[in-house]
């Protein structure tokens, strides 16, 4: 993760998720990470430490609680540090490759696991999910559309259900029951809780949405959503 051969070597996911962070004389800094490896990890965080920190992590894999010593190896201003793990210890490691790798999950005898379960199919080089208790959608879009992707974005939630589709990180279409398009697309801006999980794909998806911008897109949808309310 730190430099072009770790890079190629550990496989990274895009994981969003609340993260602890404690160490180089602070206190608690509770922040999220946004890129995950068995290596080590993105943080994003608007307070950043210089190379050669060490900081100690505390989050969660699913249901499944991880702590690492870590040492800051770069950071970019305003936006986050990376981090490599150090000493990292097995069952942590354990749960790090059964979620990014797909290997079983087998942690050492003297720990008090589940049993071994099969690897989560979603587990991919090019994958993004999270819960919206802890991004907001308009932080998600805006990640996908900065790293150029191409997939689906998959939303469960009780306010809506359905997908996004982009190309090149642009919004092209939404899906939401028997509703599609801009139709679709203004239901999620209702989404304040749930999941959602970013599949990557190779395949650029039709344009049922014309927008110049995603943002702009999304600004004009709540325009128009407050301005029904208010008719309404």
Known sequence: MLNPKDRRAAKRVGYICEVDCTGAGMNRLATRITDL??????????????????????????D???EADCEVRYSMPQMGMGVQF??????????????IDGKPLALPVAESAPAPVAAPPVAAASMLLGNFAVVSL?????LVENNRLTGIMAITSPAA??????????????????TRG????????DVTEGTFVFNDSEIEY???????????LMLDLLRIKDEEAAFS
């Open 161 to 178: 259900n359905g997908e996004i589709h982009f190309t090149g990180g642009q919004i092209m279409g939404a899906v939401s029951g028997l």
């Open 37 to 62: 490896s068995t290596t080590g990890a993105f943080i994003d965080s608007m307070t950043c430490y210089g190379s050669g920190t060490v900081l100690h992590l505390k989050f969660r894999i699913k």
């Open 64 to 66: 499944m609680p991880v």
């Open 86 to 99: 150090i000493n990292l210890q097995p069952k942590y490691l354990a749960i790090l490759e059964h979620f």
């Open 182 to 189: 801009q139709d679709a697309l203004i239901k999620f801006l």
């Open 206 to 216: 039709p344009c049922t949405i014309q927008a110049s911008s995603n943002m702009g």
């Open 138 to 142: 308009f932080d998600v879009i805006q």
